[in-house]
């Protein structure tokens, strides 16, 4: 058996203290040493954010003909550390070691970071990491064969660990299993620690932490919704690193709807679904991620409908997400739609300009970048789409900052990033002005195509008309069509009436600033 555990942790590269694999197969002594002091001259370089962020997860996997061969877990994590740092990788390892030309690295699941406590990689440490490895591992194999599924993969029931996550307690989180496995990979950066809070996600976040804290069931589905690129998945990959953190008993599979689709029609081709079935509901906590995709599926949802009760009747937690509440779900089924929605129900609302402003300032300080305080504000103020698109916009400016060697500013980031600004121009409507304004002025949109004349309901409509020729392109008589069918003169006195209470009236000035905001926002 330990014969057997040795050959997987080489296999999958896994061990402690940024080296994987077996150290007798690939690695030396010297080839260890010279990996630390690599290491440390990135960490002197690029700071301890950085480091810690990018550089601390990949592991060295092998050094052999010239060539050092290191191991990051995640595809992002790899074509990151390869644009920005290999280059100097390179440099240092070859001023340390003139034998090694290359340095590459490759996807690995299960590389794993070097904690700071166990920097000296002494032969204690090593032994301790492999005694508890082999632990697992066999914990992993004696539950499989009693029926109870633990967080390995089926077909080679290996146990892969993942990057220390960066709350400093030195410990190594159990991650998901390799891409063959039950479960997809979870991203080391999405933890807790990484989410910036903000009044639109806040209900959100404060029930995915209660649940990931909780040791009993505290409510049952927590279903999490919102559009796209909010947070949804963050949150889920961060339950699911703190569960596997502090509670690593517990059995946690993350998976797409469509990845379950995939596993259960493959299970029925292959006519396994008993397999399939055992899998699924012996789990302790089972998060699906974009539940909306099976709508339409009736057999995919039949097995979800009855997965579903199988964990529930067992007191076991179930985690779900999607782009719309469970009542708006179209194509789902009436019980498994009522399922959904009989746990806590929690939406990410669209970001504020406060919240993308500190997602950037955050996503900077991580990569230890300084980012002037009027490049980020423009960025928060015209990127508003959703949290993912921010990201890749702040990525673009910093690699071209990093590669071209150019000063970030407002003129080199409104230059770089010219195709996102117009593509997130924001498109108002003629009747989402109509919408806000009724809202803000305690009026029915109706008033707005009405012929009322009561100064309550005129001059909100004035408003209305006045910020639709202000925020739209639209001609002042495809305005006046758009409020009851009125005159274009009727829009030109409405447009001028505002321009010259604009001036004169502080507290219309205000109200009109603030509908500006919101809608521009």
């Known amino acids: 058996m330990q014969h057997a555990v040795r050959d997987t942790q080489s296999a999958l590269g896994q061990s402690n203290g940024g080296i994987a694999g077996d150290q007798h197969a690939a690695l030396d002594d010297h080839a260890v040493a010279t990996w630390q002091v690599v290491r440390e001259k990135l960490r002197a370089e690029f700071g ?20 050092a061969r290191l191991g990051a877990p995640t595809r992002a994590m790899r074509d990151w550390v390869t644009q920005h740092y290999l280059d100097r990788i390179q440099n ?3 001023a340390e070691d003139s034998d090694v030309h290359f340095v590459e690295i490759n996807i690995v699941s299960g590389a794993t970071a070097q904690n700071d406590a166990s920097a000296s990689g002494s032969s204690s440490t090593k032994s301790t990491s492999a005694n508890a490895t082999t632990a697992r591992t066999k914990s992993a194999r004696t539950s499989h064969s009693s029926g109870h599924s633990t967080s390995h993969s089926t077909e080679n029931n290996t146990v892969v660990s993942a990057p220390s996550q960066s709350n400093g307690s030195g410990r190594t989180a159990i991650a998901s299993m390799s891409d063959d496995g039950i479960s997809a990979a979870l991203d080391p950066r999405y933890t807790f620690d990484n989410f910036v809070l903000g009044k639109p996600n806040e209900f959100a976040y404060a029930a995915a932490r209660r649940l990931a804290e909780a ?7 927590l279903f999490l919704y919102g559009g796209v690129g909010l947070g949804k998945t963050h949150l889920m990959h961060a339950i699911a690193w703190h569960i596997r953190r502090t509670q690593p008993h517990r059995t946690v599979i993350y998976l797409s709807a469509e990845k379950f689709m995939y596993r259960f029609i493959r299970a029925l081709r292959d006519k396994n679904t008993v397999d399939f079935k055992d899998q699924f509901r012996s789990v302790d906590v089972l998060m699906v991620d974009d539940v909306q ?7 995919t949802q039949e097995e979800f409908f009855h997965t579903f009760n199988a964990l529930v009747d067992q007191g076991r937690q179930i985690i779900v997400s999607a782009d719309k509440s469970p009542s708006d779900l179209e194509d789902i089924e009436e019980r498994l739609r009522s399922r959904l929605g009989s746990g806590l ?14 997602i950037l300032e955050a996503k900077a300080e991580r990569q230890g970048v300084e980012l002037p305080q009027r490049v980020m504000e423009f960025l928060a103020h015209k990127i508003t789409a959703n949290v993912r698109e921010l990201e890749g916009a702040l990525n673009r400016v910093i690699a071209h900052s990093q590669l071209v060697g150019r000063e970030i500013g407002l003129e080199m980031v409104q230059d770089i990033l010219h195709d996102v600004l117009r593509a997130s121009e924001r498109r108002v409507s003629i009747e989402e002005i109509q919408k806000r304004v009724a809202e803000h002025f305690n009026i029915k949109v109706s008033d707005m195509h009405s012929a009322r004349r009561a100064r309550a309901v005129a001059r909100p409509r004035q408003v209305a008309m006045y910020l639709s020729k202000q925020l739209t392109t639209h001609s002042l ?7 009851g069918g009125r005159d274009h003169t009727t829009v030109m006195h409405a ?11 502080p507290s219309l000035c205000e109200d009109i600033d603030l509908l500006r905001r919101m809608l521009e926002s």
């Not at 040791?215 to 589905?221: A, D, L, Y």
């Open 293 to 299: 995709f099976i709508s339409g599926k009736d057999s």
């Open 92 to 94: 240092f390892w070859h």
């Open 215 to 221: 040791e009993s069931v505290p409510f049952n589905p």
């Open 495 to 505: 447009v001028r009436k505002i321009e010259e209470l604009h001036g004169t009236d």
């Open 477 to 483: 008589p495809e305005i006046g069509r758009k409020f």
């Open 48 to 67: 301890a954010t950085a480091y810690r962020y990018w550089l601390e997860p990949v592991a060295l996997m092998a050094v052999e003909a010239g060539v």
């Open 345 to 358: 129900v929690a939406d990410i609302h669209a970001t504020t300009y406060e919240l993308r402003l500190g």
